[in-house]
């Protein structure tokens, strides 16, 4: 009889295994990427476009592309288009990123055939009725007047152009005003400048047929849509900003919202990178986290309170985000200060490290659970041009990473003195 009082051995996790994902070009020149899975009955079919908010030369124009994509084809009105996904029950997802957007459906195998088509008249033949522009400006600039009440959404939207700098395509502080200059020609221009084999990217997985891929085929792989064959850069810009600090006073606010941070020099294919997100993730990167374990549980000033690392093609973004009771907001930032300080001039013990390692191979592992999130690991392998080795050579930092290398990255990277800071709230 099994003792339950004994808990059972921990095992270390020394390698995912991830399916092969298969290829083919159609003739057209849009490449196919798909991962089989025979027990699988659904079926997610992607599309990554070079349309991404590096694209847009106008601000909001990303978002509004994204939201009015199923606002209307040639052939059927928003309401028509919505009814039909819903009836094969398609969950669908079209999101934009700073360089791709993302149209994602999935679905019953069963129901393909019959979806396909209706995917197409998105892809090929959407046309931004004038009408659905209307609502949607009207929509947005009425929530505008809601976010700008949120201490939180402010601090997004000036933290992005602390960071980036005012005219960087990543920066998301706008007015109503940029709803307004939202034209219908300018989203016709986006959709058939950007939309188009050579720009894009087609995923497929779940249990795949040489069927399927011949209605993938027959659909997107023949001919080419659009008029414009320009393939766009992946290039994210600098940061552009010589800002170091915003603070926004909200008298009535009864929270203030924090966000710390600074661009560093590394990115995926940095020799660094593996050692800073470790480190980053022991600093604050999880629940366990010494930002949560002091701030949130020893001090009593917030709920929660995070770091992150959002990465790009040749540099990175370091932040510190929380909001806290107004009156605590010098003290949490002079913590977190505090913090980095320790973790720079102090080794963490073994311990603690071992808990971030356990934690961190967890969610390597959890990565490869079932044939999507094996499909979303190819995504991004394959739009950050990374190998298929990347997450074990992670693994394999992550058991190999001594305390001192953490406070070493840490060092390396981070200037107290640079640190950027936001506050919206009441100081």
């Known amino acids: 009889m099994t003792d339950r009082s004994i808990a059972p051995p921990v095992s270390g996790i020394d390698k995912i295994n991830i399916l092969s994902i298969q290829t083919h070009t159609f003739s057209n020149g849009l490449p196919l990427y798909y991962l089989h899975s025979p027990e699988s009955e659904i079926v997610q079919l992607s599309f990554f476009f070079k349309a991404g908010w590096i694209h847009q030369h106008k601000k909001l124009l990303t978002n509004a592309f994204t939201s009015l994509l199923t606002a209307g084809t040639l052939h059927h009105s928003s309401k028509e288009i919505a009814e039909l996904l819903e009836q094969y029950g398609v969950f669908y997802n079209i999101e934009p990123s700073p360089v791709y957007t993302k149209l994602q459906f999935t679905l019953l195998k069963k129901h ?59 920066n998301k502080l706008h007015t109503p005003e940029d709803y307004q200059n939202i034209k219908r020609d300018d989203l016709l221009y986006f959709f058939t400048s950007h939309i188009h084999p050579k720009n894009g990217l087609v995923f497929l997985s779940g249990n795949i047929d040489e069927n399927l891929i011949q209605s993938v085929d027959n659909y997107f792989g023949k001919e080419s849509f659009h008029s414009s064959q320009n393939i766009f850069s992946e290039n ?74 959002t990465a790009y093609d040749s540099y990175s973004v370091f932040s510190i985000s929380s909001e806290v009771k107004a009156e605590f907001t010098k003290a949490t930032i002079d913590e977190v200060i505090h913090q980095i300080q320790l973790l720079q001039e102090n080794t963490p013990d073994e311990e603690e490290l071992d808990i ?71 100081m």
């Open 112 to 170: 393909f055939n019959n979806i396909i088509p209706v995917i197409e008249e998105i892809i090929k033949y959407s046309n931004f009725p004038q009408n659905e522009i209307d609502i949607y400006i009207k929509n947005n600039i009425e929530q505008y007047q809601t976010q700008i009440k949120n201490v939180g959404i402010v601090a997004q939207w000036q933290f992005s152009k602390l960071i980036y700098g005012n005219e960087h395509p990543l």
């Open 236 to 309: 994210v810009p600098p940061p552009q900003s010589f800002e170091n600090h915003i603070y926004i006073q909200m008298p009535d606010a009864l929270q203030s919202a924090i966000k710390i941070g600074i661009d560093i020099p590394i990115h995926q294919h940095h020799p660094d990178y593996f050692d800073f997100i470790i480190a980053n993730t022991l600093f604050g990167g999880y629940f366990g986290s010494r930002l949560m374990s002091v701030i949130r549980e020893e001090k009593g000033y917030t709920y929660g309170i995070y770091s992150s690392v």
């Open 356 to 426: 971030v390692k356990s934690y961190l191979s967890g969610e390597i592992l959890d990565l490869t659970d079932g044939i999507l999130k094996q499909d979303n690991v190819w995504k991004m392998l394959i739009t950050r041009h990374l190998d298929k080795d990347y997450y074990n050579r992670f693994l394999q930092r992550i058991q190999s990473i001594q305390p001192s290398d953490i406070s070493n990255v840490f060092k390396k990277y981070i200037s107290i003195d640079t640190l950027k800071k936001c506050i919206v709230g009441k």
